[in-house]
């Protein structure tokens, strides 16, 4: 009999109550694939924040910036993982799929193999994308996905306390140009000189007509064609760990 993953779907009016605890929801899910050993995938959207790498971190004024952040309520949270500075809102389906695993040299394989479920329910719209970096891009990175040559989908990566997580964010109707308007503008004021391009960066609702919802349930499909997906709800257990993170992970 095939295992089971458990599936974790927040997609918009479902759990109106997490939102706000939407980027510990990912960490919180991959240590209750730790404790029960049954592989998850995460599929959310969120209330407005950015999300920092461990680079932001050693940026000469990033305080400065931070409060900046906090005057357009944007709460600044840093990642798990690598990569950059990124606005995840209600304009993205992010997503998160989770493994037991201790293998430090499965980085390639896992970047591949974890996101088939993605790439499966996105030609289901239609789209045909590949992985690549998209130069002038917010947060580039090698394994992101691109749409015609543009950033369509972040995708990130941590190997750790008896995990590997594989996280993303797909760019559904967020508008790339106000986005990296922001981001640039919140670099400048940490005192980074970083040129990014909006024309990087694409969307998918510039190439298709759809919606957040649609796109929840094709990749839903694109996962349940590789996994016997069980849909479980965070417990209760899961939220006050949810709590405890944001609040550890958010700037003060």
């Not at 404790?35 to 998850?40: D, H, L, N, Y």
């Not at 959207?45 to 952040?69: C, E, F, I, M, S």
Request: proline share 6%.
């Amino acid at each position: 009999m095939q295992p089971w993953w458990r599936l974790i779907d927040l997609r918009p009016g479902l759990w109106p109550d997490l939102l706000s605890l939407s980027p510990a929801l990912a960490e919180t899910v991959a240590r209750g694939v730790v404790a029960s050993e049954t592989p998850a995938i995460l599929l959310r959207t969120q209330a407005p924040y950015v999300l920092l790498g461990p680079k932001d971190r050693r940026l000469p004024t990033l305080g400065h910036a931070v409060n900046w952040l906090r005057t357009q309520e944007l709460p600044a949270v840093f990642r798990l993982g690598g990569g950059s500075a990124v606005l995840l809102d209600g304009g993205c389906l992010s997503f998160a799929v989770v493994r037991p695993s201790r293998d430090l040299t499965a980085w390639q394989g896992n970047f591949i193999q974890m996101t088939e479920g993605v790439l499966r329910g996105l030609r289901r719209l239609g789209l045909a994308v590949e992985f690549g970096e998209a130069p002038g891009s917010y947060c580039p990175g090698a394994y992101d996905l691109l749409l015609e040559g543009k950033k369509i989908a972040g995708i990130a990566q941590a190997i750790r306390g008896g995990y590997a997580m594989v996280s993303g964010m797909i760019l559904v109707n967020q508008d790339p140009m106000a986005t990296t308007a922001l981001l640039q503008e919140f670099y400048a004021r940490a005192g980074d000189d970083r040129r990014l391009s909006p024309d990087a960066v694409t969307r998918l609702d510039a190439a298709i007509d759809v919606t957040i919802d649609q796109v929840f349930d094709a990749l839903v499909s694109g996962f349940g064609e590789l996994h016997n997906l069980h849909p479980l709800a965070l417990s209760p257990h899961e939220r006050l760990l949810a709590e405890r993170l944001y609040r550890e992970r958010t700037l003060a």
